[in-house]
């Protein structure tokens, strides 16, 4: 819902922002909280009475979490918890993107619950679960509902992985499916991989996608494998500015202009003379600069 001060623009805008804080964490591990039922088919407490589940067992829910997410925050008695704020105004150190695991974790693993039944001699509820998801959606729903609510710049997406959201890339949905179009295999792939690596939040996937997208646009060159790459890359060329020899001049120069920046910087290359990319953002400019080449590229191969 849209409160009083959003509709008449009196809130001021939310930041969007990759970094985690602790209030965003504890929203969160709430919202994962409210559905550990819906995976208590996977760590059960057993009903005394043999009558199956009757709950989670937070006992084998933990000791899993040890080996399947081994950095989710755990407070001073060694129980999944919130990071805490101390009356010193100390917060507990925590890892974000293991939250973002435990997102994943319960989007895979939750089951519908198909019966409950008040069980009054041990005063729990007996549990049964059929094998639909129905109740991911609604996670899923409520997940990314917190992201847009606190600025943070993931997303959950229909496949349960959670992305990272990057405010005017070039990157959409409709270059995806044109990628998903290209014939030549080992340049479809590489495309594929560079753009998951680009979604992926943890910072250090950046200097793989743009390298994986450097490789795409390296083999891209060769396409037409009945001609040398010279050729090739004179035909992409020429295709992609319908013979116009003004486009023609800026499409070469541009895939000249990137060559030599993956050449000098250490993109593909790791000599101790190549340029170091000092700060992530760079990763974001050279990724979608590679990007917008490539996705005009493809719509004109054959």
Known sequence: MSYFTERHGLRAPVERTEKMTLEMYSVIYDCCEKYYENISWKYPE???????????????????????????FKNQNGKLDKPRRDYYD???????????????????????????????YYRHDDISFTNTKGCSTIFKKEINEIFDKTGLLYKLSDFGMVERVVLNSPLTKD?????????????????????????????????????????????????????????????????????????????????????????????????????????????????????SLVALAIQYLM
């Open 46 to 72: 057993e009903c005394p009475d043999g009558n199956g589940c009757c709950g989670m067992d937070y006992q084998k829910f933990s000791t899993a979490i040890t080996f399947e997410i081994p950095t989710l």
């Open 90 to 120: 100390r917060e507990d150190t925590f890892d974000q993107f293991a939250l973002l695991d435990l997102i994943e974790l319960i989007y895979a693993e939750s089951k519908d619950i198909s019966n409950r039944y008040w069980h009054s």
């Open 175 to 291: 270059i995806e499916a044109k990628v998903a179009q290209v014939s030549e295999k080992g340049t479809r792939e590489l495309l594929e991989d560079a753009i998951l690596l680009y979604k992926t939040p943890a910072p250090a996937a950046r200097n793989d996608a743009v390298e994986k997208i450097w490789d795409a646009l390296e083999r891209l060159k060769t396409y037409y494998i009945t001609l040398d790459k010279k050729k090739s890359i004179e035909k992409i060329v020429l295709d992609m500015a319908n013979g116009k020899q003004e486009f023609a001049t800026v499409f070469n120069d541009e895939f000249v202009a990137l060559t030599k920046i993956g050449n000098n910087f250490r993109i593909r290359h790791h000599e101790t003379d190549k340029i170091e990319i000092t700060d992530a953002r760079y990763y974001d400019y050279f990724f979608n600069r590679c990007l």
